[in-house]
């Protein structure tokens, strides 16, 4: 089945450090990946999308790149800020018979400290 | 912009007793996706609906049912509640068209 697997966290940050959330996936056919933010006591937001291999996401400084070779869609941020502070999920849409519903990692939650 | 609306935000409810949770999808969406989040868990897919008629079932429990109605938005009825069902419940909605499902602000169910 369909299954995404996120870097181990918390990561702890400065503010304007490099970010680098790893994301590995494995699905039947050609998913769309997602990544999404969840803030403290709110839903989900989705951040940025890509539905084909070597489409680029981006959003709010955020990036990830779809890379089928390496089944990888790594979220990266050049410069990190205190509001960034947040559980970011990796996810998939696997199409097909699936109608769309999304699997998603286990979360890796943010913390940049000023 | 319109988004996914759910209520209520919060419920407290007993073992055994029943919950029912309603989401209003954003307007012109024609499919509703519910999904269970347990404390430090990432959300699990429960079960979906498409123009009205359950269109694919995850890992929804016996005692859990659903349904979406004609103005398209949908309930999960929960019964018999055990302590594990306390979670927080996210609907989503979507047009078929486009990829991406935007969520509700949840709902936090505390089974005592």
């Known amino acids: 089945g369909d299954s995404v697997t996120q870097m181990e966290g918390p990561v702890t940050l400065s503010e304007e450090a490099f970010l680098t959330i790893n994301c590995t996936y494995t699905a039947t056919g050609y998913p769309s990946l997602f990544w999404y933010v969840q803030y403290p006591g709110e839903g989900l937001q989705l951040l940025l999308k890509a539905t084909k291999a070597d489409d680029k996401g981006s959003n709010k400084g955020f990036e990830a790149t779809y890379r089928k070779e390496t089944t990888s869609f790594h979220l990266e941020k050049g410069s990190v800020q205190v509001s960034d502070s947040a559980v970011y999920f990796c996810?998939?849409?696997?199409?097909?018979?699936?109608?769309?519903?999304?699997?998603f990692g286990q979360g890796t939650i943010l913390t940049v400290h000023p | 912009a319109a988004g996914v609306i759910q209520s209520p935000r919060h419920l407290i409810k007993e073992k055994r007793e029943t919950a029912t949770l309603k989401c209003y999808p954003i307007?012109?969406?024609?499919?509703v996706y519910w999904y269970q989040q347990g404390p430090g868990q990432d959300p699990q897919f429960l079960i979906s609906f498409y123009e009205k008629m359950q269109s694919d079932k995850g890992s929804i429990p016996d005692r859990f049912s659903a349904q979406q109605f004609s103005d398209y938005h949908s309930e999960l009825n929960m019964s018999s509640l055990e302590l594990g069902d306390s979670a927080l419940y996210f609907c989503?909605?979507?047009?078929?068209?486009?990829?991406?499902?935007?969520f509700g602000p949840g709902t936090r169910l505390t089974v005592t």
């Open positions: 307007p012109r969406h024609d499919t």
């Open positions: 989503a909605s979507r047009r078929t068209e486009i990829y991406e499902q935007y």
């Open positions: 996810a998939l849409n696997s199409g097909g018979t699936s109608y769309g519903k999304l699997t």
